[in-house]
């Protein structure tokens, strides 16, 4: 889904305020977070994850893999914190991204 940057901004502002509620620790992103980042994101639409310390490379990949293969798009990252949305199928509520 293509998002305009007023979208965006909407969307940063909503989570501003919002704990991370994945953490990605030692053991990376594998198959198990993958899934329960796809459940979140369909529950939510709107998700906070916390990554690893990495440098800057890593950080951009592991967050284009996320972005990736959960379909979802990323918002914002900033630290160890990166924001993704994905809409959800049905009964979404952010409806005013249309």
């Given at each position: ?36 980042i796809d459940n979140n994101l369909e529950y939510h639409e709107l ?52």
């Amino acid at each position: 889904m293509s998002l305009t940057s007023s979208q965006i901004r909407f969307l940063r502002s909503k989570a501003h305020h919002l704990k991370p509620v994945i953490l990605i620790g030692n053991n990376g992103f594998h198959q198990a977070v993958c899934d329960e980042i796809d459940n979140n994101l369909e529950y939510h639409e709107l998700l906070k994850i916390r990554i690893p310390a990495l440098d800057k490379d890593q950080k951009k990949q592991l967050l284009q893999k996320i972005a990736t293969q959960t379909e979802s798009d990323l918002i914002h990252s900033i630290g160890h914190i990166g924001v993704f949305f994905r809409k959800r199928k049905k009964d979404s509520a952010f409806n005013t991204l249309k």
